[in-house]
């Protein structure tokens, strides 16, 4: 079946930092691929998605790209604030419209 | 201001007692989903439904029930029979096509057992 591996957290970095989440999944077929945020107490926001192989999601500073050939979805920032600060979930969408989530990365951004 | 919406924000349960969570979209979308969230792990799907008068079952959907008879809604009734219920619920939604669509959140009702 379809499974979503995250680098485990917290990861604590400082303001302007560079950040990079790992994320790898194992997938039958071309799945489209996600990252979510959540914030403390809130639900899922759409952070950023790619659709193919190559295809590069970007968002408020953050990016991803699609690689089939590392079955991958990293997401990058070149300079982390405060306010980034949040658990975010690396997800693929299967057949039937299925999504499968990793369970998350926490961020911590400190002054 | 077009969303999902999820009532109410915090529920209690007592043991033995069925609660019911809402989730109403005005986005005009054609499918629904429930998830569980449980600490420090990803989300599960609960059911789903693509269509009205139409759900199916997702990976944990024993002790939970759902009806989808409009559009717009898209309720759970967590049973007795959920012996585990406290959890963060989140309720989603996209459009329904041959490729595969997003899907978007609600901000979730949090269920908590007295």
Redesign the interface.
Known sequence: GNS?TQMEGPVTLSEEAFLTINCTYTATGY??L?W?VQYP??????LL?A?KADDKGSNKGFEATYRKETTSFHLEKGSVQVSDSAVY?C?L?GGG???T????TQLKVEL | DGGITQSPKYLFRKEGQNVTLSCEQNLNHDAMYWYRQDPGQGLRLIYYSQIVNDFQKGDIAEGYSVSREKKESFPLTVTSAQKNPTAFYLCASSRRGKEQETQYFGPGTRLLVL
């Open positions: 979503v799945p489209s996600f979510y107490g809130e639900g899922l926001q759409l998605k659709t979930f997800a969408l419209n299925k999504l989530f990793g369970t998350g």
